[in-house]
């Protein structure tokens, strides 16, 4: 079967807000003063052998599973593409409007706005599966160790995790009289899936970066690197080329600010000239390129809020304004509302040899390698913030060392309960594997 059994089909619609929104990223709502760059959908289909698989990403901090089953559910209705072989990965751009109550702040969503991000992510895809036509595919990768860190450091003096946008409490040699290095890795790999037509002209690429879209600070929506990524390869491979990017598992993995007003742009340049030259230097896929999609929802505990310890929320220096007792401390209590089982989608798809499977919140990067490690494919990437948002997911390491990410609120899962969802994706990766030898 020759390569022109693939096809591909690539949609690029705005989502930017209009101005005066609260925008989300910070424990506190900011009003949004205007727009830096777009806030965009970028989304692509891929068929092979009568299956389809649809990945959307969506330059938005998160979106709740309440908001995207049902646009899933119209996709799947309007293109004939299964439920279950639908990504929708949000970027995680922390310059961005707020997309769901009581996760970190009240009464600041805009219903108006978030209605018509559902109907404009459903006609991305509609758009996408009409545009679909015969590609070859190619993969890349890059090693990008340059603009990143482990954002969790350990404290000598009570053997616990700082957070390193903490600098009151990292600086104040009383509060910290030593630091004993990083707690944990990072993933260095950037992966890209380049698609060309037949005459050999880039249609669009894929990209995968295990990195915190939180690059810059400002009151003015952008996308972040993701976006200028998007932009250079536009530049650069055409102007009708579309970037589809989804976030890996980088829960605990910051990109490195720098100082000075512009210092972000040095990180997210050199993500973009990575992400070219892993596409330039992209091996095809073998023939023919399979691709199928595979979901289970699952239902894992809540965390219980009596297993934070009595100083957690107060032994963290937000920006030198203590713990954050008045925003944390209410979370004990709101978490009690919330069912002590809670069901997630977790999902696993492949086109040939290159795997991805789903997390529906923010992972630390440890599982990320777990997956890695323990997926059967050649190469597999994990999509973050994928079809729901949950929080973040610590390892068991992390929830001993305390750290901001393993306060009640930041995390709404228990430790048990991230442990299955993560090996509910590689039990996916291996029953996709298992299928494509078939």
Not at 310 to 331: C, T, V, Y
Not at 362 to 387: C, D, M, R, W
Not at 392 to 402: H, V, W
Request: net charge negative.
């Amino acid at each position: 079967m020759s390569a022109a059994s693939l096809q591909v089909g690539f949609s690029l619609i705005d989502i930017t807000p209009p101005t005066g929104l609260y925008m989300c990223g910070s424990l506190d709502p900011r009003t949004n003063e205007g727009t830096l760059d777009p806030l965009q959908v970028r989304t692509m289909v891929v068929a092979s052998q009568g299956r389809k698989i649809a990945i959307v990403g969506v330059d938005l901090i998160s979106l709740p599973r309440s908001f995207v089953d049902p646009v899933i559910a119209a996709i799947a209705s309007q293109t004939g593409i299964s439920a279950d072989a639908i990504l929708i990965s949000c970027s995680h751009t922390h310059n961005g409007p707020y997309t769901q109550e009581r996760h970190y702040s009240h009464s600041v969503i805009d219903a108006e706005y978030l209605e018509s991000v559902a109907a404009r992510l459903i006609d991305g895809v509609v758009k996408a599966d009409a545009a679909l036509q015969h590609a070859t595919a190619h993969i890349g990768r890059a090693l990008v160790h340059h603009g990143q860190h482990q954002r969790r450091v350990l404290s000598k003096k009570d053997g616990k995790a700082l957070n390193t946008w903490m600098p009151a409490a990292l600086n104040d040699l009383d509060v910290t009289p030593q630091i004993l290095g990083s707690v944990g890795p990072i993933d260095p790999e950037l992966w890209v899936l380049r698609f060309d037509d037949l005459a050999g002209s880039p249609l669009g690429i894929f990209f995968n970066y295990s990195v915190h879209a939180n690059a810059r600070g400002t009151l003015l929506w952008s996308a972040d690197y993701p976006g200028v990524v998007a932009s250079r390869v536009r530049a650069t491979l055409g102007d009708n080329v579309i970037t589809v990017y989804a976030p890996g598992a980088c829960a605990d993995v910051n990109p490195v600010r720098g100082s000075g007003d512009n210092a972000w742009q040095e990180v997210a340049d050199n993500i973009a000239e990575q992400t070219l030259d892993a596409a330039h230097r992209a091996q095809p896929l073998p023939t023919p390129v399979v691709v199928n999609g595979i979901r289970r929802d699952i239902s894992v505990p809540r965390r219980d809020p009596a297993t934070q310890p009595p100083e957690a929320i107060e032994r963290l220096n937000w920006g030198g304004k203590g713990g954050r007792s008045d925003h944390f401390g209410p979370h004990l209590q709101h978490i009690l509302t919330l069912p002590e089982m809670i069901n997630v989608p977790v999902s696993a798809l492949h086109i040939g040899p290159f795997a991805i499977a789903s997390n529906p919140g923010e992972l630390f990067v440890e599982y990320g390698l777990q997956i890695k490690t323990e997926s059967p494919f050649p190469h597999t990437v994990v999509a973050e913030l994928t079809n729901d948002s949950i929080a973040y997911q610590p390892t068991r390491r992390a929830f001993e060392l305390q750290g901001y990410e393993t306060l009640v609120g930041a995390n709404v899962i228990s430790v048990e309960g991230i442990e299955t969802i993560v090996d509910t994706a590689s039990a996916l990766l291996s029953e996709l594997w298992q299928a494509a030898q078939e």
